[in-house]
């Protein structure tokens, strides 16, 4: 294709352009007219941009800026410093900066004025009360943020050294009040650590200064939540209780030493560790600039939200998200990525956290901004750029920027049970940084992949293992599938369920996703491309059973294929299977003639489903009335469907999920039909005959998918309960205002109906429905997690008259055995992933576990009630854990 400018020349130049061209220049004007900026606004946006060049020649001009404008606007001065303060979290010392610059009293002035009507002063006080609206809220990282600068503010003499003292403890208070959930008091944790590693250095000095104080309080609390992080921590380890990893830190616990190291010391190394352009100016006077005093404040309670609603066992059925004690898994040594054990270290990666995390609505924008980071740090913090000049001093750190930020992207990513952000952010975040600078984030991608496989073996979680495998197709469709493959050939000699062989299978499985199978075979070496256990043989499609004419039931499937094709109505089609049903009947020849017919039945649906997503959607409407017929109220029935299902797509074992949730949603099969086939088909092909049960990613997303279907729908019924019963009160309310009003002054509102006094839900049809749908769905999610856990006893501790028995659920639990790790088998491997998967059955749906722990504790662990096997002890030491009952 040309770029000559002639293609993009007006064919017609005749007059009938003319309006064109006015219009044109309307809409320019209009546009012009709507983005013209007060002088207010220019101000605002020149704090915000802060920096752009060099911030320490730009704030004594953006001060000057700020005291010359006419009229001076105070809010609008703070406005720009509170936005950018918590929406570029890097240039906070700065801003600290600029505000000691307007603290200082104008020539001319006397110490009483100065004292009473410092610009600065000004400012911090309408500061504030945007910093109170974050705390009313609840906004934990504007709180933080802001935060940040108040210590800066201290160190640099503008605010009270008491005063700020006094805001720490606050925060710390938090820590002491009774049944504080986790995800209050870690936040109100991270408040006093952070402003404390910042403001430190001066409040030690002071001898009102409550450091010690704050520094215990916090690690009371620290130490209360011990068995938490047992479930969260990014490695797993089944025989231990240690909650010190040697390639993760928890966030408090890190936090905790690098405060106890630096007062131990008086915090002399915190100055070294970020910006102070502050400490540049000549000191205050505190008799001619008196510091600020921070007002007292009061961390508000967490706002719980009571609908009233409860089970039919009088649980109560509200669901809180839980938080969790977050661990970041370190990819790279001391040497290479910050030590987030040092105040340096610890406050890089906060910051890269939070730009992360503010930037998530633009991703393009946060890649730029991190690999412009070292602008904002102390110099020689990261490696100048290749062909930048050698910094003029040696600092001791010189980490590498580019594996800094893939660390902290990637630790952000294996938070569990949940990462902070949806996976597809960090994963195209990281394909922004490598698309704008090649050179330097591509080896640090490759290093951080090569780190993670060799930490498979090692015990990495699973749910990590699955997340890794996502990340690694995705960014190797983004870069044309390009990879080393020849580096795991060695790993072929392992076992066939060793996590280095299954992470190998797992992605290949996503890459055939994103692309298609013959692209992604060409791509692997030989012995990989001639070995089925790393990538099957055969394209993913359907795989219609009675589609080879020598089939017994071919001419059976084919008369009900030719219904379907010309689109019979669905009366037509059971009318005609009911015939089949009789005539294979009377043959007596077959043992089990319903299981065949739904078998057949469902084939032919599918197969006319099988070209497109949109086919099988409208497959499965037009044809609900007969799904409904083959499917009963019986569970066999339901068996034979989700059976059926998975034979018709074993090559594409995406679309059996996918298949599944259809069924569920148009309630073919309920979400307990989907546990129980999980649990008694666990495995697939790799376990037949009498092999243990155990579970791999595949049934795990089956489940998942089952249980967030049965915890969504009693979501939806909650909320249009609470709508009704909201309605109805309101309407109760209107009818009691008009009863007490002047009859003759006020008209009732024709659409509303009179209510007595008494009226009750019973008296209002829509609401008795409501109410009953959703204790019905209740039961059905209660019903569905027992389902879940009395598979996982089946599959850990199985009752000593259970058909299959799992010897080695007991034996990779231990200390020993994980130390011979190397000798493993299948069988070993697949226990190991399958304790695994039930450690985060655990954690994900802790919520509703400790809501009905009563009824869930009593029904899935029946089978194993008064057992003292090893297994059957962490499995209820696993669900202590996750329902509260282990402290």
């Known amino acids: 294709m040309s770029y000559d400018r002639s293609h993009y020349d007006r064919p017609h130049r005749g007059g009938g352009n003319r309006r064109r061209y006015k219009d044109d220049y309307d809409a320019h004007d209009r546009r012009t007219r709507d983005s013209f900026e007060s002088p207010e606004q220019i101000l605002k946006n020149t704090i915000i941009k802060l920096g752009e060049v060099d911030p320490i020649q730009e704030l004594p001009r953006l001060a000057k800026q700020i005291r010359e404008q006419v009229p001076l606007s105070v809010p609008v001065i703070s406005e720009g410093i509170r936005i950018a303060v918590t929406e570029q979290p ?28 410092s610009l600065g002063k000004q400012v911090l006080e309408d500061f504030w009360k945007g910093f109170q609206g974050y705390l009313d809220k609840l906004a934990w990282r504007d709180v933080r943020l802001c935060i940040h600068f108040f210590a800066h503010l201290t160190v640099a003499q503008v605010i009270s050294i008491e005063s700020m003292s006094a805001l720490l403890q606050s925060f710390a208070a938090v820590l002491d009040e009774f049944g504080v959930s986790y995800g209050r008091g870690r936040n109100a944790a991270l408040c006093a650590i952070e402003g404390l590693i910042i403001s430190g250095a001066v409040m030690a ?18 130490d209360s939540i011990y068995a938490p992080k047992l479930l969260v921590q990014p490695a797993m380890s089944l025989f231990t209780e240690s909650r010190s990893l040697e390639n993760a830190d928890e966030v408090i616990d890190t936090g905790l030493f690098v405060l106890k ?22 000191d205050l006077d505190p008799t001619v600039s008196a510091p600020f005093e921070l007002p007292a404040i009061l961390v508000p309670p967490e706002v719980i939200e009571l609908d009233g609603l409860a089970t039919d066992a009088g649980e109560d059925a509200q669901v809180k998200k839980e938080d969790w004690p977050q661990y970041f898994f370190h990819l790279f040594d001391n040497e290479t990525t910050p030590d987030s054990a040092t105040p340096a270290g610890f406050l890089v990666r906060s910051q890269i956290l939070d730009t992360i995390d503010i930037f998530e609505i633009n991703r393009k924008e946060c890649a730029r901004l991190l690999l412009e980071y070292p602008k904002w740090c102390v110099p020689g913090t990261f490696k100048p750029k290749p062909g930048a000049p050698e910094p003029e001093f040696e600092s001791g750190k010189n980490w590498q920027l580019e594996s800094t930020v893939i660390e902290a992207i990637l630790g952000s990513l294996y938070l569990l049970p949940e990462s902070t952000h949806k996976t597809v ?58 990879w080393v493959w020849k580096e795991w050939l060695p790993d072929l000699e392992l076992s066939e369920q060793h996590p ?32 089925t256990t790393v990538i099957s043989d055969q394209t993913p499609g359907p795989a219609f059973e009675y589609e080879d004419p020598t089939h017994p039931h071919y001419d059976t499937a084919q008369s009900i294929l030719s219904l379907l094709r010309g689109r019979s109505k ?18 007596g020849t077959h ?68 298949v599944f949730d259809k069924l569920m949603q148009y309630q073919i099969v309920d979400p307990t039909d989907v546990v129980g086939w999980t649990f008694e088909n666990v495995g697939g092909d790799a376990h037949s005959g009498m092999r243990p049960m155990s579970l791999s990613a595949f049934e795990w997303d089956l489940l998942k998918g089952a249980l967030d279907k049965a915890n969504g729908r009693v979501m939806v019924a909650r909320r249009k309960v609470a709508a009704l019963r909201k309605e109805h009160d309101d309407s109760v309310a209107r009818v009691k205002a008009s009863v007490g009003a002047d009859v003759g002054s006020i008209e009732m509102d024709a659409d509303v109906k009179p209510f007595k006094q008494d009226d009750s839900a019973s008296e209002n049809p829509q609401l008795t429905v409501a109410l009953k749908a959703f204790a019905s769905l209740t039961r059905e999610q209660k019903g569905a997690l027992a389902r879940t856990i009395e598979g996982f006893v089946s599959c850990l501790a199985p009752c000593p008259s259970a058909g299959r028995q799992n010897p080695y659920a007991e034996t990779v639990i231990t200390e020993q055995a994980w130390e011979v790790r190397a000798t493993w088998g299948a069988d070993e491997w697949n226990t190991w992933e399958t304790w695994g998967w039930y450690r985060h059955f655990c954690r994900t749906y802790s919520p509703y576990l400790r809501n009905y722990q009563e009824t869930l504790g009593t029904v899935g662990f029946a089978k194993i009630e008064g057992s003292t096997s090893p297994a059957a002890k962490l499995m209820k030491k696993t669900w202590g854990m996750a329902t509260g009952q282990e402290s």
């Open 90 to 117: 890097y240039k906070i010392p700065y801003y600290a900066a600029l505000l000691r610059l307007l603290h200082d009293p104008t020539e001319g002035e006397n110490a009483e004025s100065s004292t009473s009507s």
């Open 205 to 222: 000095k002071s001898s009102s200064s409550n450091t010690t104080e704050i520094i215990k309080t916090v690690q009371n609390y620290n």
């Open 261 to 282: 190291a630096l007062d131990s010391f008086e915090f002399v190394e915190a100055s070294e560790s970020f910006p102070q352009p502050y400490l540049d100016f000549p």
């Open 425 to 482: 952010y960090h994963i195209a975040l990281i394909t922004e940084l490598c698309k704008l600078s090649p050179s330097t984030v591509g080896p640090a991608v490759g290093k951080s992949i090569r780190r993670l496989y060799t930490a498979l073996g090692d015990g990495f979680d699973v749910e990590n293992a699955r997340r890794f495998a996502e990340w690694f197709a995705v960014h190797m469709s983004n870069f044309g599938f390009q």
């Open 500 to 531: 280095k062989r299954t992470f190998i299978r797992r992605a290949l499985e996503f890459e055939i996703r994103l692309s298609y199978h013959d692209r992604v075979l060409k791509t692997l070496p030989e012995p990989m491309q001639n070995d």
């Open 570 to 587: 669905a009366n037509e089609v059971l009318s005609h299977i009911e015939s089949l049903k009789t005539t294979l009947e009377s043959s």
């Open 591 to 658: 043992l089990h003639v319903d299981n065949t017919i739904r078998s057949i039945s469902i084939h032919c649906l599918l197969s006319i489903g099988s070209r497109s997503f949109s086919h099988l959607l409208n497959a499965i409407e037009r044809y609900l009335p007969l799904l409904r017929g083959l499917a009963g109220t019986d569970a066999e029935s339901k068996q034979d469907i989700l059976s059926a299902v998975a034979s018709f797509w074993h090559l594409n074992r995406q679309m059996v999920n996918i």
